[in-house]
């Protein structure tokens, strides 16, 4: 290191939600901080998913900051579900509002961090060459913002145009008469066909695993619904706070399914169902604890799927049969099943038939069909939760690097720190209840947790802090623990890895529910910061 290397109080990486709230955080608090992006501007996963229909699947009013009653009063969301040019521009209101982008480098990704014993101290080598160092690392790089590369062969040798919903093109492509395919039917390939379908020559979505989606209900805003919110936001933010997963519903899921007739069941299911969106999945209290519930609650999907599509043989192919309703994350839609009643979509069941390879034209199947495309959509999802900081080079104590760390699955102590990694800590990372939450109640929460202990570091006039490895250790054991109560390993699902080949497969989120972890969070820091180490 030379002496012309900028040091700064912490270091920030992403300026999407978590980055641009610990941004001002610690600007509040007098820290120099260098926050990085690789985007060129804020907003994270929400810049750079821009595919078509992209849309959040939790209301609006609760997908939003809470720390400024100014902004809550200021901004006006138009939907009750926020589509992503919505939620980007929000964002970037709320970057200006505070005077946050003149602090941002954008265009920059970092490569590599490295912890020097001796100084206490990281330092940062970015994209560009340069370097800094910094006390502190925060790494706000996101739960879903790094794309799993595609597992088909050949792809080179297509001479069409290639699409992938994780990075689309700023000017919106025009697929009028032309023979588009769609591969992925998760949340980006279910939004993303549905949006599309009536503007292509043809659209066949190859689907390999078919996922549950129930309909979003979307509808504008009414005043008297947005005052409802605008007027009681501290109760009701209190109140978001003390539900399971930070979201309030309409019917909060406190009756357990197995306390129901089978007429009862379907009555309050077909009421969720009608008001709309994820609330559905939580109908019951036990629907991913109670295989007998949660099969109640696969059927009645079932049975609106077959109701909708008219073709018995695509219905069919639709339908999921071999996971708990739940155990994948839940889809939400506006009118995905009805889009295959249309004369000009198709289905692929690339289960019962593989893609063998990709071709100059399109797509050759192991039976030996080739389906010809203009445009090929690559909707395969992400390398979820660990991808964005194994794609870093982190090497902290004795050079030992985070993906040995992670070999065998991600490891962190409360999702915010990792044994061995001084000073360095994770936003929403694997171990926290994360994304089976409300991500931005969760964001706030770990923010203000980091900066408030940053802030105690200083006043203790300490160097550093890390955990405990045998803190950490017992904390992932409970983490494994609680999701083995319940249904949701039943699945290969992005929240077990099993999507990324040679990934580790283990139940990264914690599956214990929002409040529970805060409390958990709550009692290990006032008591002393149990489970941690300063030096």
């Given at each position: 290191m030379t002496d012309d290397v900028a040091q700064f109080d912490a270091l920030i990486v992403g300026a999407g939600f978590a980055g641009i709230y610990a941004l001002h955080r610690l600007r509040k608090?007098?820290?120099?901080?260098?926050?990085?992006?690789?985007?060129?501007?804020?907003?994270?996963?929400?810049?750079?998913?821009?595919?078509?229909?992209?849309?959040?699947?939790?209301?609006?009013?609760?997908?939003?900051?809470?720390?400024?009653?100014?902004?809550?009063?200021?901004?006006?969301?138009?939907?009750?579900?926020?589509?992503?040019?919505?939620?980007?521009?929000?964002?970037?209101?709320?970057?200006?509002?505070?005077?946050?982008?003149?602090?941002?480098?954008?265009?920059?990704?970092?490569?590599a961090l490295n912890w020097d014993d001796d100084a206490s101290l990281w330092t940062a080598t970015f994209s560009d060459g340069r370097k800094v160092r910094a006390r502190y690392c925060i790494m706000a790089t996101g739960c879903l913002s790094v794309a799993k590369e595609p597992d088909i062969s050949g792809l080179e040798d297509y001479k069409g145009r290639l699409l992938k919903t994780s990075d689309w093109p700023a000017e919106e492509p025009d697929f009028l008469d032309e023979r588009v395919g769609?591969?992925?039917?998760?949340?980006?390939?279910?939004?993303?066909?549905?949006?599309?379908?009536?503007?292509?020559?043809?659209?066949?979505?190859?689907?390999?695993?078919?996922?549950?989606?129930?309909?979003?209900?979307?509808?504008?805003?009414?005043?008297?619904?947005?005052?409802?919110?605008?007027?009681?936001?501290?109760?009701?933010?209190?109140?978001?706070?003390?539900?399971r997963n930070y979201t309030l519903y309409n019917n909060p899921g406190m009756r357990s399914g197995q306390e129901l007739t089978e007429c009862q069941q379907k009555a309050l299911l077909e009421a969720e169902w009608q008001i709309g969106g994820i609330g559905f999945i939580y109908t019951f209290n036990d629907t991913t604890k109670d295989r007998e519930v949660n099969t109640a609650v696969a059927d009645f999907v079932r049975r609106k799927i077959r109701e909708t599509v008219e073709d018995p043989q695509t219905a069919e192919v639709l339908s999921p049969g071999d996971y708990p309703i739940g155990a994948k994350r839940i889809c939400v839609d506006t009118g995905y099943y009805e889009i295959f009643n249309r004369d000009n979509v198709d289905l692929v069941d690339i289960r019962a038939d593989p893609v063998e390879t990709a071709t100059a034209n399109g797509l050759k199947l192991k039976s030996g069909q080739e389906i010809e495309l203009d445009t090929m959509i690559l909707a395969t999802g992400y390398d979820a939760m660990t991808g964005a900081l194994n794609r870093i080079d982190i090497s902290g104590r004795e050079g030992r690097t985070l993906s040995q760390e992670w070999d065998a699955g991600p490891q962190t102590y409360l999702g915010l720190m990792v044994a061995g990694f001084p000073n360095m800590f994770l936003v929403t990372g694997p171990g926290s209840p994360s994304v089976l939450s409300n991500m931005v109640p969760s964001i706030e929460e770990h923010v203000e947790w980091i900066t408030d202990t940053i802030g105690d570091l200083h006043d203790r006039n300490e160097s550093e802090l890390e955990p405990v490895r045998a803190a950490q250790q017992d904390w992932m054991a409970e983490v494994d623990a609680v999701s083995r109560k319940s249904l949701m390993r039943e699945a290969a699902s992005w929240y077990m890895g099993a999507n990324v080949d040679g990934k580790a497969q283990v139940f990264m989120p914690y599956a214990g529910g929002s409040v529970t972890y805060a409390q958990i969070l709550d009692q290990r820091t006032s008591d002393g910061m149990q489970g941690f180490v300063y030096r």
């Amino acid at each position: 290191m030379t002496d012309d290397v900028a040091q700064f109080d912490a270091l920030i990486v992403g300026a999407g939600f978590a980055g641009i709230y610990a941004l001002h955080r610690l600007r509040k608090m007098g820290l120099e901080v260098c926050t990085v992006e690789a985007g060129a501007d804020v907003g994270g996963t929400w810049y750079w998913n821009r595919y078509p229909g992209a849309r959040c699947d939790t209301e609006s009013m609760q997908y939003s900051y809470s720390f400024s009653e100014e902004i809550q009063q200021e901004w006006e969301w138009t939907e009750l579900y926020a589509a992503q040019p919505e939620i980007l521009s929000y964002i970037k209101f709320v970057a200006d509002r505070l005077e946050l982008r003149q602090h941002i480098t954008f265009n920059t990704r970092v490569d590599a961090l490295n912890w020097d014993d001796d100084a206490s101290l990281w330092t940062a080598t970015f994209s560009d060459g340069r370097k800094v160092r910094a006390r502190y690392c925060i790494m706000a790089t996101g739960c879903l913002s790094v794309a799993k590369e595609p597992d088909i062969s050949g792809l080179e040798d297509y001479k069409g145009r290639l699409l992938k919903t994780s990075d689309w093109p700023a000017e919106e492509p025009d697929f009028l008469d032309e023979r588009v395919g769609l591969i992925g039917t998760g949340s980006s390939g279910i939004q993303t066909s549905t949006t599309i379908a009536p503007g292509c020559g043809n659209l066949t979505v190859f689907q390999r695993t078919p996922n549950y989606s129930v309909p979003a209900n979307n509808r504008p805003m009414s005043a008297h619904y947005v005052e409802s919110w605008k007027s009681n936001y501290p109760e009701r933010r209190a109140a978001l706070r003390q539900s399971r997963n930070y979201t309030l519903y309409n019917n909060p899921g406190m009756r357990s399914g197995q306390e129901l007739t089978e007429c009862q069941q379907k009555a309050l299911l077909e009421a969720e169902w009608q008001i709309g969106g994820i609330g559905f999945i939580y109908t019951f209290n036990d629907t991913t604890k109670d295989r007998e519930v949660n099969t109640a609650v696969a059927d009645f999907v079932r049975r609106k799927i077959r109701e909708t599509v008219e073709d018995p043989q695509t219905a069919e192919v639709l339908s999921p049969g071999d996971y708990p309703i739940g155990a994948k994350r839940i889809c939400v839609d506006t009118g995905y099943y009805e889009i295959f009643n249309r004369d000009n979509v198709d289905l692929v069941d690339i289960r019962a038939d593989p893609v063998e390879t990709a071709t100059a034209n399109g797509l050759k199947l192991k039976s030996g069909q080739e389906i010809e495309l203009d445009t090929m959509i690559l909707a395969t999802g992400y390398d979820a939760m660990t991808g964005a900081l194994n794609r870093i080079d982190i090497s902290g104590r004795e050079g030992r690097t985070l993906s040995q760390e992670w070999d065998a699955g991600p490891q962190t102590y409360l999702g915010l720190m990792v044994a061995g990694f001084p000073n360095m800590f994770l936003v929403t990372g694997p171990g926290s209840p994360s994304v089976l939450s409300n991500m931005v109640p969760s964001i706030e929460e770990h923010v203000e947790w980091i900066t408030d202990t940053i802030g105690d570091l200083h006043d203790r006039n300490e160097s550093e802090l890390e955990p405990v490895r045998a803190a950490q250790q017992d904390w992932m054991a409970e983490v494994d623990a609680v999701s083995r109560k319940s249904l949701m390993r039943e699945a290969a699902s992005w929240y077990m890895g099993a999507n990324v080949d040679g990934k580790a497969q283990v139940f990264m989120p914690y599956a214990g529910g929002s409040v529970t972890y805060a409390q958990i969070l709550d009692q290990r820091t006032s008591d002393g910061m149990q489970g941690f180490v300063y030096r």
